[in-house]
């Protein structure tokens, strides 16, 4: 069983900063890609940055120069770093984790997601 464990969300004023982090746990062989999305109601969720193991990075162009996504392979976590924030980025965010695990047929790769948090910037 995986799990992804999200904190760091709240109530911020625009201007202001986050740093949501995600923690995986369970019976994980590996994880591949991390990344963090964003979902408004009644939209589909859209990519908000994401990061390999190696350590590339991808930004959707509204974040890039205010959010940096980090991870840390050996906690098996993956943080993002929000700055400057706009009330725009008022959403709920979620966690993705690409992670291989053990099967009967060997290993395998699933993607799994966080419950998401909720960011709320006022201004």
């Known amino acids: 069983q995986v799990q992804l464990v999200e904190s760091g969300g709240g109530l911020v004023q625009a201007g202001g900063s986050l740093r949501l982090s995600c923690a995986a746990s369970?019976?994980?062989?590996?994880?591949?890609?991390m990344g963090w999305y964003r979902q408004a109601p009644g939209k589909q969720r859209e990519l908000v940055a994401s990061i390999t193991r190696g350590g590339s990075t991808n930004y959707a162009d509204s974040v890039k120069g205010r959010f940096t996504i980090s991870r840390d392979n050996a906690k098996n976590t993956v943080y993002l770093q929000m700055n400057s924030l706009k009330p725009e980025d008022t959403l709920v965010y979620y966690c993705?984790?690409?992670?291989?695990?053990?099967?009967?047929?060997?290993?395998?790769?699933?993607?799994?997601w966080g419950q998401g948090t909720q960011v709320t910037v006022s201004s």
């Open positions: 369970g019976s994980i062989l590996s994880i591949n890609t």
């Open positions: 993705n984790a690409r992670i291989s695990i053990a099967t009967a047929w060997g290993p395998r790769e699933y993607d799994y």
